[in-house]
């Protein structure tokens, strides 16, 4: 009698729906233990140990990891060149992103094409080979420095000054703004025009109808692309991979490249995953500010 309940139940579950949402989301759910959750965890076990790769033994060394970030020079001096590249351009490739996407919102007969157009630069933009070119533009003899001297300016040694190096990287993260942009062109088709009309009929030019209401209206959508850009920006690795190496005396060593650099230049695995908490720590502390402040300047129709 118990058997044939226990196959009625299980018969039962097999059958309903929930049995289906989870075969349709094992994968996910197994792709993430596996590959994202048990990777975290031991990253965690590793901060506080000596390990390295290819070593049998692992030491338990407490916080001394997390001690040595306060003395390591190259880490203070990444971690402000990381704030400094956020705070810079964050906000350059939104602003870039929002005015872009309110011109192309515009009814014309090519804003599919422009639209495509605007957002291949954010499929290419973190690719070795747009890097190199990168690098090739603002060389000493690259393109830029050859119209500079076309015009009877003097050329800039960009990568060569620590004070400039960092710019050129700050102008590609901006030229990859076209995930943002096709979220903010989402968001503007959705605010409706009678708010437009209605702001016409007063007497509200445009400028008055964007601040007025387009900003408003999509500061939800703002909030969202601010996150995920500030949480890409602190990730940036590959233009100071390829294009500096950090250089010129570290003047563009991202927090991502120094971390790569302790894990696998110099095999200091445990430092490297205690840099890596220490950098979720302040990502967690700059959204969290961010959210905070949020309730101030983003607003709904229901008006919480």
């Known amino acids: 009698m118990q058997t044939e309940v226990v196959k009625s139940r299980v018969k039962k579950i097999m059958n309903s729906n929930e049995m289906v949402g989870y075969v349709f989301a094992f994968p996910f759910i197994f792709g993430f ?41 190259v880490f203070l001096k990444s971690l402000r060149i990381t704030l400094k590249y956020v705070f810079i351009s964050v906000p350059l490739k939104l602003v870039f992103a929002l005015l872009v996407a309110y011109l192309l919102t515009r009814k014309t007969r090519l804003q599919v094409l422009y639209r495509s157009l605007y957002y291949v630069p954010s499929l290419v933009g973190g690719s070795i ?43 590609m993260s901006v030229w990859q703004f076209g995930s943002s942009m096709i979220i903010f062109a989402a968001g503007l088709k959705e605010i409706s025009p009678t708010y ?48 500096t190496a950090g250089g010129p005396d570290n003047g563009t060593m991202m927090y991502a490249l120094y971390v790569y650099n302790q894990a ?22 700059i959204t969290l500010v961010i959210f905070k402040t949020s309730k101030s300047w983003v607003f709904t129709e229901s008006g919480d």
């Open 264 to 285: 696998f230049k110099y095999n200091h695995m445990g430092y490297a995953c205690a840099m890596s908490w220490f950098m979720l720590i302040v990502m967690c502390l």
């Open 33 to 73: 233990i596996c590959f994202s959750l048990i990777p975290i965890l031991t990253s965690l076990r590793y901060a506080f140990t000596d390990f390295s790769l290819g070593s049998k033994t692992m030491e338990f060394v407490g916080g001394a990891n997390f001690k040595q970030l306060l003395t390591d020079e």
């Open 129 to 171: 080979a747009v890097a190199l070119v990168w690098k090739q533009l603002f060389a000493r003899k690259g393109l830029l420095n050859s119209i500079m001297g076309e015009m009877g300016l003097d050329p800039i040694n960009w990568f060569g000054d620590q004070k400039l190096a960092l710019y050129p990287l700050v102008l």
């Open 196 to 243: 437009y009309e209605a702001a016409r009929i007063d007497g509200a030019n445009m400028v008055q109808s964007f601040v007025n209401i387009t900003l408003p209206c999509l500061s939800p959508i703002i909030l969202y692309n601010l996150v995920m850009q500030t949480i890409q920006a602190f990730m940036a690795f590959t233009q100071a991979f390829v294009i």
